[in-house]
């Protein structure tokens, strides 16, 4: 990293002030609840229980919920980062603006590269989970119906159809209620006892079964941090929420917290409740609650599913569209792409912006799932890991005394 | 740890991000930092620039 920042140079050499006919910046109205909330709607984190978790369940079985976790472990000490930078630096760029602010540009590039890695795949891999779904009504491969559902989300971008609060909320009470239902069915269908969740076994489908040790975990370990990744997007939200240098640590946890126990209270009640290894193993929770329930709710738990993987495609789009626009406010690319990025249509959407994410996220569908999954955990990994390095460089002796939210048991540097 | 945990990863998956990393990270040094005045200038909101 040879472009770190000088120490003494202030923050605000590194970040001019804005022309004159820059955006206004944004108005500070949302407190921890809205902004939890908000986060949430965006984390989507029934989109992670049902589509991404039953990888998972393929290859560590009775010890998902173990990886799971440790991975939140883990994420607690991420979430303390981002809650000390984005208290410090609290700014709508997320994570490029801060690292890049305290750790050198340099540094904030590769953070906004492993970013963009992430929201290119991200809405792909959960659209991709819909026909699952969607089974109980419709046949439909999942490549069609994951590139389907992206370019319906690309057209939904285009006209500026912004979920209202009011919908928003409707789509994550949905979601809750999903994972609610299956916790329910899962644990009054209990097979087997918590202790099985100590013991890793896995299922090959054959009524066989192998055991699973902490090598395997630890390979797993993207794929757990990416499941409860989406906390840290509450930083974004920084420049819009009261009092920045005390709620935006409370949202980021909050928000952590509560994505940890939507996901990880049904990942319990489904070791437990499966019944036998091999359905484990096979990790199709809709056929899981069928099973459990009876077809009725089995299709109806199954389209609320559905409803909430294409609304969180729908968000994911229109919310990574902008990380396009603003990485050409903020000049990364030659000036015809910057004003590309920047060009909105008749419905104020960053339409070029919208179509760069949405047509490649079409085209990704047709991708090995696996490889998909496996990038993005690596880039998630990576992501962290470059946040973490710069919190140590908020303990610096420019940084060290500005106002900001303090991580507990972190080291001092002089 | 989680650079233990980067190692432990699915070795495809690591090869396709460090291939992306390295393509960016050489835009950074022949296209970006050639150009720090006018190009990936991070913005601030205004309260937070003093």
Redesign the interface.
Known sequence: MTDTLDPTIPVSAVAPQAPADAPKRLSRSLGVVGGTLLTLSCVTPASSLFVIVPDLFSSLGTYTAMAIGIGSLICIAVAFCYSELGTLIPSAGGEYAMVGTLAGRFAGWLVFIQSLIVVMIVPSLIAIGTSEYLAPIVDVDPRIAGAAVMIAATVAGLLDLRANAWLTGIFLVLEVIACAVVSFLGFSHSERGASSLLHGVVGDGSGATSPVGMAAILAAMGTALFVTQGFSTAIYLSEELENPRRNVARTVLWTLGLSVVVILVPVIAITVGAPDLDALSAGNISELVAGWSGSAVGTFVSLCIALAIINAGIVMVIQNSRVLFASGRDKAWPEPANKAFGTLNRFSAPWISTLAVGIPGAALCFVPNDLLTNITGVAVAALYLLVAVASLFSRSKHHKNAPAWRQPLCCRSP | ??????T???L???A??AG??VV??LY?VF???PR?D?????????????
């Open positions: 740890m989680l650079g233990y945990v980067l432990q990863l699915d495809t998956a690591l396709w991000t992306i990393t960016a990270s950074w296209y970006l930092r720090q006018s190009r990936w200038i991070i913005t601030l909101p205004e309260d937070q620039q003093s």
